[in-house]
């Protein structure tokens, strides 16, 4: 590996640290439902995002709310 491509590695992985994930598996809706609400809530702040997951009435909004939750424990 070259000198530019270890160095681009390493600030891949130093930006990544900054950044925490979540996944959620074995959920029984489309892919494109649970974007439709992730997207709604993309970018925006905690408790204002768990607020309009709380009263969307997309039924995916409920484990889109599950999954914040849980990602803000295991922070």
């Known amino acids: 590996m070259g000198a530019r ?3 681009a590695a390493q600030a891949r ?8 994930f979540a996944k959620a598996q074995n959920i029984p ?3 494109r439902k649970m974007r439709y609400v992730a997207d ?16 969307s009435k997309k039924a995916a909004a409920k484990d889109v709310y599950k999954l914040l939750r849980s990602a803000i424990a295991s922070w």
Request: net charge positive.
């Open 5 to 7: 491509k270890r160095l």
């Open 29 to 31: 809706s489309s892919p």
């Open 40 to 55: 709604m809530v993309r970018g925006m702040e905690v408790n204002r995002a768990l607020g309009t997951l709380q009263f």
């Open 13 to 20: 992985k130093e930006a990544k640290k900054s950044q925490y």
